[in-house]
């Protein structure tokens, strides 16, 4: 069997039917300015392309060919110290699996050096730009603020044949790094920062990957990126919108040169997506950490990690054009890209059948031997494709793990003791027994008979199973290794981190759970790598094209058949992140022990049957993450304050978080019922939460004085005035009064020091009293400091 992922086509490639990008672009052409439109993608060689530049690749090129016109791809290489061919190679092999067709117009900022340098000698020699031989912190501190103008440089006002003379010197590697700089002539008083004399040349003692040790200075990106689309002819220079107080710089360059063209840049809202980073950087820091095996690990939001996911160009180009062109920042719900992804999947990968936690089933009056092939459909009518393939149906047989319990809550439709389920495409059959290993106690084994009459799905006498469940021959199975992929980060902002905290703190730890001892239908036997298939009841999966072998597929689940996040959202969810729900492995045939095994299911395994099936109870029914239900079932008084916080106020999963993570920590050597807390004060706290009357930070501190002197939380916020500020205005008062008081670091973080923020944030907390409702604050501070 074997699925196939089209590749995309120039003919679609637009990003959007209409947008204000497009609009000029027409308006230009009608008007004469341009004959032909002229786009360019330049990313930097530092890192792997992630999905935000898959917007930007399919905007460039898709504009290019909606006019007719080039796309050019050019790589902005004029740092030394972080470029590599490593990164050239993969973003070359991503925008080309994309659908992005440069033909021979592949450019290097490199390939400009000579030229570069002779602009910049030009800027010398009209008196528009002079060697400046201030350190950086100096440079800095007449730099100015956003309310008082910067200083000029002494060696600002030195002859041309001076700079001249310094700026050949520095290029013949006379100086160290850090001694001169070149920096344009411009005003120090001008109101856009980005205008106050910028350096555009500095040394760098780094050899360069295509150059080699040819050049010891380099051009700064403002200064190569606008001669670059002038040497190249780009009629419209298109940028996300980090670029828009650079625009003034860009044109006042290519103003004060003599260069063959005049191109315009325009800049668009970049893409950023929930629970997901997007700074190369922080990717980076993943990779080289260790916290990800590689770039193309597919956790990771880079196109070559979503490529191994099994995520399609098709579905990134639906994902890009669904969410349009911007001129303004907004988040994105990762939970749309997830749609557009299962849409995409729906259409292409064909449905079978896997057990991925196996239990065995005997069937005790099918007769040995015997075995019947069933004509099992590959697509569900809705989807108009054809085709089927024959599942063998035997005496033995593997069920799912989780589709069994022996002591089942309400409204339980699968398979329990007396209980009666419906085998997908195959008959009836009913739990007669349950067998036991007799040193774990653990269930090994069902005793279950057939119902022959049914075989067609329906029963003469009317009988209609609710339950129908996957299913596998144990005798025809194939032995397969499955990854359950999840989102990376277990928040939805999870660069919105507090002051001294850092981003790696907000990972998912159920991002990865690797199944080995899974058990596929004989179909898969010769399924090939990159391949896609959905496992019914389980989710999109795709064959690992790197790790997979001949009979022996590893399976990466592209994503699930239903989006349980936004659920579990709604019920404001704890930091923790919920792995996939698991049971215990099953004995026949044994699961192969592995270094990587969750840690929820190696605990979850240790506790006794009677336990672990409460932990998956709650899992199941309660949307608990899964290390939190182990804890739970593993202690019954912490279970017991639970129950009682959740009959207060229903919020499973932040009960349970509090009631882990912040009250069993108190216990030490005393016993649950010691605690002077009760589950309707917690559960009267979480309200408080919920409702945003009180933040979480608030919250610990009421609970805090619970502990000492007991109390009502209604009555601690009441008495202490600890509701939240959530008033736009009173909290854009604090948030300006803070930026005035630190016109330093506000330069220093309009300069690029991104850092900053959460000093702001923890300014403006501190100033609240701790009251200011983060995510406003974090709003508010995005856009006074843009």
């Known amino acids: 069997m074997t699925t196939q992922s089209p590749r995309a086509s120039d003919a679609d490639s637009s990003v959007a039917a209409s947008n204000f990008i497009r609009n000029i672009i027409a308006e230009d052409l009608a008007a004469g300015r341009h004959t032909r439109v002229v786009t360019r993608f ?5 890192g792997y392309l992630h999905i935000g530049h898959a917007k930007s690749i399919l905007l460039n090129f898709g504009l290019a060919a909606d006019f007719g016109g080039a796309c050019h791809m050019r790589f902005d290489d004029t740092n030394p110290a972080a470029e590599d061919m490593e990164y050239v190679e993969s973003i070359l092999r991503d925008v080309r699996w994309l659908g992005g067709d440069w033909g021979d117009k592949l450019f290097f900022a490199s390939d400009y050096f000579e030229r570069l340098y002779a602009f910049a000698v030009e800027l010398i020699q009209k008196g528009r730009a002079y060697v400046c031989s201030l350190s950086e912190a100096e440079t800095r501190e007449l730099r100015g603020t956003v309310t008082e103008p910067g200083r000029e440089s002494p060696y600002r006002n030195r002859s041309a044949a001076e700079s001249l003379d310094l700026f050949a010197r520095m290029r013949a590697g006379e100086f160290p790094e850090g001694a001169h700089v070149l920096r344009a002539k411009i005003d120090m008083a001008a109101p856009n920062m980005k205008m106050r004399d910028p350096p555009i040349y500095r040394i760098k003692r780094a050899r360069h990957y295509r150059t080699g040790d040819a050049w010891c200075v380099y051009p700064l990106y403002d200064f190569a990126h606008s001669l670059s689309d002038a040497i190249e002819g780009i009629t419209h220079s298109i940028c996300t919108l980090e670029f828009e107080n650079n625009r003034e710089l860009y044109d006042w360059i290519i103003e004060h040169l003599d260069v063959p063209s005049r191109p315009r840049q325009y800049e668009f809202a970049r893409l950023n997506l929930s629970y997901t980073v997007m700074s190369k950087r922080k990717l980076l820091a993943l990779v080289k950490g260790g916290l990800v095996k590689g770039w193309d690990d597919p956790r990771m939001p880079t196109i070559a990690g979503l490529r191994r996911r099994g995520v399609t160009p098709e579905a990134i180009r639906s994902f890009c054009e669904e969410i349009g062109v911007a001129k303004t920042n907004s988040m994105v719900d990762i939970a749309k890209f997830e749609s557009c992804v299962r849409d995409d999947l729906n259409l292409r990968a064909p449905r079978v059948m896997a057990v991925l936690r196996p239990l065995r089933v005997v069937l005790e009056n099918y007769p040995e031997g015997q075995v019947e092939e069933i004509d099992a459909p590959y697509w569900p009518e809705d989807v108009p494709r054809e ?8 005496r033995v047989l593997y069920i799912e793990r989780d589709d069994f319990l022996e002591d089942p809550p309400k409204k ?10 419906r085998l997908r495409y195959a008959g009836f059959i009913t ?5 036991r290993d007799e040193a774990t106690g653990e269930v090994v084994e069902l005793r279950c008979t057939y119902d022959r009459p049914t075989k067609s799905g329906e029963a003469p006498d009317g009988r209609k199973p609710k339950g129908t469940l996957h299913w596998v021959s144990a005798a025809h199975a194939l032995t397969a290794e499955v990854r359950l992929y999840d989102r990376l980060f277990a928040v939805e902002r999870p660069d919105a981190v507090e002051e001294g905290k850092d981003f790696l703190e907000n990972l998912n730890p ?17 399924v090939e790598k990159g391949s896609h298939v959905q496992f019914e009841r389980q989710g999109f999966f795709f064959v690992d094209p790197v790790d ?8 990466n689940r592209t994503v699930a058949l239903k989006d349980s996040w936004s659920r579990l959202s709604a019920e404001r969810p704890a930091r923790a992140a919920e792995p996939a729900p698991a049971g215990p492995a099953a004995k026949a045939p044994p699961p192969e022990p592995r270094r990587e095994r969750a840690p929820f299911e190696e605990r979850l395994a240790r506790l006794d049957p009677a336990r672990a099936e409460k932990a998956r109870h709650l899992i199941e029914t309660r ?8 804890v739970l079932a593993d202690d019954d008084g912490l279970l017991r304050l639970f129950e009682e916080t959740v009959a207060v106020h229903d919020n499973p999963r932040g009960a349970a978080n509090w009631v882990i993570h912040s009250l069993a920590r108190e216990l030490k050597d005393r016993k649950t019922g010691d605690l002077p807390v009760s589950g309707a004060q917690l559960g009267e706290l979480l309200a408080l939460i919920d409702d945003g009357t009180i933040s979480g930070k608030i919250a610990k501190d009421v609970l805090a004085e619970i502990m000492q002197h007991g109390g009502s939380p209604k009555a601690i916020v009441a008495q202490r005035g600890l509701r939240q500020v959530a008033d736009e205005g009173a909290l854009e008062r604090i948030v300006d ?6 016109p330093g670091e506000v330069s220093r973080f309009r300069a690029g020091n991104s850092k900053l923020i959460g000093f702001f944030v923890g300014q403006v907390m501190k100033a609240s009293g701790g009251k200011a409702n983060p995510d406003l604050v974090n709003t508010l501070l995005a856009r006074k400091l843009a």
């Open 42 to 46: 330049p990313p930097e060689p530092n």
């Open 387 to 394: 085709g089927s393939r024959k599942v063998p149906l035997s």
């Open 412 to 421: 339980w439709f699968r398979l329990a003791p007396g209980q009666q389920v």
């Open 431 to 435: 739990c007669r027994e349950v067998v």
């Open 510 to 526: 159920g991002s990865l759970v690797v199944l080995s001892g899974c058990q596929v239908e004989p179909s898969l036997s010769t």
């Open 548 to 555: 997979s072998g001949p009979g022996a597929p590893v399976f």
């Open 623 to 630: 949307g608990i993450p899964g290390d939190d239900a182990v």
């Open 737 to 742: 009064q803070i930026i005035a008081g630190h």
